[in-house]
Every structure is written in structure tokens, then in C-alpha cells.
């Protein structure tokens, strides 16, 4: 791979992300390799930059698309688990969609980014005294990269960040509360 190659996918990918339009803007159809998949990870979290050792269990289920070798979409089912102290207490889940672009870098090895929105769903406890369903949504990030055994099954490694932002006025309660999750996991997928 020539430097000039290196530097026309990373530019195809910037101007992808910068406008927005990475689907209508899909490079080189002749080298595209377009396939949907599903798939599982399990993982676990931090939040607010916690110690990865107290972590927690985080699971998902996604099925994404790619458009070719450079563009993709991805939906998935989080379950990240439940956290809790002396006052508080919180069981997240949440459903994303994504926007990802890939970094091909050999036929069995890519790196991937992903941005896109999380809709969660917080079942929050307060001093055991106070009990409520809080939901929202937020946007969220994260890195990746994919081994492919063949073209059906391929393993990911990923880390993302999700932030959750609660209120007083959401919750009723006297507390402003912003919350970084990260979720360091593994995956496998199963392309069709």
C-alpha cells in the first residue's frame, strides 16, 4: 500500500464524517463489499473514569450494514448493568444507531470509528427513598477494530464512550448528575 493510497482513504474518511454524507459519498464502488451482520459482545464498564477492576457486566446484541469497505450503519441492545453507593443507585439500558467508518488495513484486519445516538433508560434509586424510570438520550462515540476469520464470522474489540446526563428537573430530587460510561468489550459477528 503506497502513501498516496494511505492518504486518499483517510482523506475519503474525514470528508465522509465532516459532511455527513458518507453514504452518498461511498468511494470507488468497483472495491466495495457490502454484507449485513449480527452479532454479540460482552464487556465491561467504567463510569466517570473509574477503575476498570470495580467494573460491571455490559452486554450487547447489534446488526449493522456495510455500505462497502469504508462506510457502515449499526443498531444495537445495551444492557450496562447496575451501579450503586451509600446514595445512589442506577440499572442503565439503552438502544444505539451509528454511523461507522472503516480502516481497511489488511483482508482480514480493519479499524473502525463509530458516532452516532443512544436512547437509555435509568432506573434510579435515591437514599432508598426515592424510585424512578428517567429516560433520555445522548450522543456517543467509540474505536474499534475487526479480525476476520472468513467473510461469515469476525471478532471486534471496541471501546466506547456514552454520557448520561440527569437533572433535577428530570428526576425531582436536588442533583445535577453528568455520567460518563465506558464499556471496553468483545464481539462476534456473523456476516451474511
Same mark, same amino acid.
Given at each position: ?28 464502488? +468497483?472495491?466495495? %463489499?457490502? $454484507?449485513?451482520?449480527?452479532? #454479540?459482545? =460482552?464487556?465491561? &464498564?467504567?463510569?466517570? @473514569? ?25 443498531? +444495537?441492545?445495551? %444492557?450496562? $448493568?447496575?451501579?450503586?453507593? #451509600?446514595? =445512589?443507585?442506577? &440499572?442503565?439500558?439503552? @438502544? ?97
Amino acid at each position: 500500500m503506497t502513501i498516496l493510497n494511505v492518504r486518499k482513504k483517510t482523506g475519503h474518511l474525514a470528508l465522509a464524517f465532516t459532511l455527513g454524507t458518507g453514504v452518498f459519498l461511498a468511494v470507488n464502488p +468497483a472495491c466495495a %463489499d457490502p $454484507g449485513v451482520y449480527i452479532g #454479540a459482545g =460482552y464487556g465491561i &464498564s467504567r463510569v466517570d @473514569n473509574a477503575d476498570f477492576s470495580d467494573n460491571k457486566a455490559v452486554m450487547k446484541a447489534f446488526v449493522g450494514g456495510k455500505f462497502n469497505d469504508y462506510i457502515g450503519i449499526e443498531g +444495537a441492545i445495551n %444492557d450496562f $448493568g447496575e451501579v450503586e453507593n #451509600a446514595v =445512589y443507585s442506577s &440499572s442503565l439500558k439503552g @438502544n444505539s444507531a451509528a454511523l461507522l467508518g472503516y480502516l481497511p488495513l489488511t483482508e482480514s484486519f480493519d479499524l473502525y470509528i463509530k458516532g452516532g445516538q443512544l436512547w437509555w433508560s435509568d432506573k434510579v434509586t435515591v437514599l432508598n427513598t426515592y424510585e424512578d424510570t428517567i429516560k433520555g438520550n445522548e450522543l456517543f462515540y467509540g474505536l474499534g477494530a475487526n479480525f476476520h476469520f472468513n467473510k461469515m464470522i469476525s471478532m471486534r474489540a471496541e471501546i466506547e464512550r456514552y454520557k448520561v446526563e440527569l437533572n433535577a428537573e428530570e428526576i425531582g430530587v436536588n442533583i445535577d448528575n453528568s455520567t460518563d460510561v465506558d464499556v471496553a468489550s468483545l464481539g462476534i459477528a456473523f456476516g451474511y
